[in-house]
Nanobody, 125 residues
Framework: QVQLVESGGGLVQAGGSLRLSCAAS????????MGWFRQAPGKEREFVAF????????YYADSVKGRFTISRDNAKNTLYLQMNSLKPEDTAVYYC??????????????????WGQGTQVTVFS
């Protein structure tokens, strides 16, 4: 079973950028479809972005489309989320997760199995 650890979160001014990383250990990410989610205080966890195992297919929530980019480096066993033009409403704990193999386009929490511990992103205006 793959273990996932997120990093790269922090405090950033609105309009700034951050790049989150999700490092895998215990198993390879190479054949796994992966996603990013986020959870703001008092809110449910929400889908942010998806990438398939090869990196050839991506999908984004409307709220981040055009600002966030999901990518992966299978050789480094790492998933990334580049976040540009950040807004205060992007403030949340961000999680990476591996998707269930049977789901073609996983966009809900139940579509994912292994989760990291999360990394805090705080955007101030």
């Amino acid at each position: 079973q793959v273990q996932l650890v997120e990093s790269g979160g922090g405090l950033v001014q609105a309009g700034g950028s951050l790049r989150l990383s999700c490092a895998a250990s215990g198993s390879t990410l190479r054949w796994l479809n992966m996603g990013w989610f986020r959870q703001a205080p008092g809110k449910e966890r929400e889908f942010v972005a998806f990438i398939n195992w090869s990196g050839g297919s991506t999908y984004y929530a409307d709220s981040v489309k055009g600002r966030f980019t999901i990518s992966r480096d299978n050789a480094k066993n790492t998933l990334y989320l580049q976040m540009n033009s950040l807004k205060p409403e992007d403030t949340a704990v961000y999680y990476c997760a591996s998707a269930r193999e049977t789901i073609t386009l996983p966009t809900t929490s139940n579509d994912y199995t292994n989760w990291g511990q999360g990394t805090q992103v705080t955007v101030f205006s």
